[in-house]
């Protein structure tokens, strides 16, 4: 089983590139689902129920999400509705949304667990507890983790909690991708960072312009997706559907328009 993790979606022209060059990357890897983590997917910050329904519509099976999940309360309605598109599950139990979910293959089926860190976050459950919950209600050994976090040291030590008892820890919200991809315990794929697919030429996803004078000047800007070619970050995940055992984490970095005029 191939699954091609995609690493934060900046912005609704990012949703765009994505979904176009999608059936290139997916002919090209051989995937058999996309996971996207889309808090960042709408214009001006957040997920709006337009930008999660061009990346669904555009072939992603699931989407995760952060600490901006529910910075648009339109969005609510559809996080109780939809079973593919997940909030972090260390949030409370009144949220709305659910922390996980699962894909059928027939043969075989893939849970995905979006959680969210605690070191230099907001007040949320204990996401390695939470976890621990989460596991013990999935019957499938085929399981990838969306880790938002902050933190470098939370992120690794995740991938080493839950060594040998899932299929990936994937960290997502720095949008920087990171160059530690490997298999842990020979079991479990793992990257501090997948990063961010959004314009090259900014300041993770904004306009460079506004963000160099936020922090010239310390007065507030309001932030501006900036505008060129986009780059895809992500991590091409080859599983073993039986055992659930990563076999391979191949880190994907390049630009999408070269993608869709291939």
Do not use: W
């Not at 507890?129 to 690794?156: G, P, Q, W, Y």
């Not at 079991?187 to 312009?209: N, P, Q, R």
């Amino acid at each position: 089983m191939n699954i091609l993790f995609v690493g934060d979606v900046v912005g609704q022209n990012s949703c765009r590139g994505l979904t176009a060059a999608l059936p290139s990357l997916k002919k090209r890897f051989d995937v058999d689902a996309v996971i996207v983590n889309g808090e960042n997917s709408a214009d001006g910050n957040g997920i709006t129920p337009h930008s999660a329904e061009l990346l669904l519509s555009g072939g992603v099976d699931v989407i995760t999400t952060g600490n901006h999940c529910y910075k648009r309360p339109e969005m609510s309605p559809l996080f109780e509705e939809s079973s593919v598109i997940i909030r972090p599950a260390n949030y409370g139990a009144d949220c709305p949304g659910r922390g996980y979910c699962l894909l059928d293959f027939g043969a075989y089926s893939l849970a995905v667990i979006n959680l969210i860190g605690i070191n230099y976050m907001q007040a949320v459950d204990n996401p390695f507890l939470c976890a621990d919950k989460i596991l013990e209600n999935i019957d499938t050994k085929n399981i990838i983790v969306d880790f938002h976090a902050e933190a470098t040291s939370e992120k690794r030590a995740m991938g080493y909690y839950l060594a040998e008892r899932v299929s990936a820890v994937l960290g997502t919200h720095t949008h920087v991708q990171t160059a530690d991809e490997g298999i842990i315990a020979s079991h479990t794929g793992y990257i501090t960072d997948v990063g961010m697919t959004g314009v090259a030429e900014s300041v993770l996803g904004i306009e460079k312009s506004v963000i160099i004078a936020r922090l010239t000047t310390y007065y507030p800007q309001r932030h501006i997706y900036a505008k060129g070619s986009t780059t895809l970050n992500a991590v091409l995940l080859n599983i073993d559907n039986k055992s659930g055992k990563c076999c391979q984490i191949k880190r994907i970095c390049e630009l999408l328009d070269s993608r869709i005029l291939s």
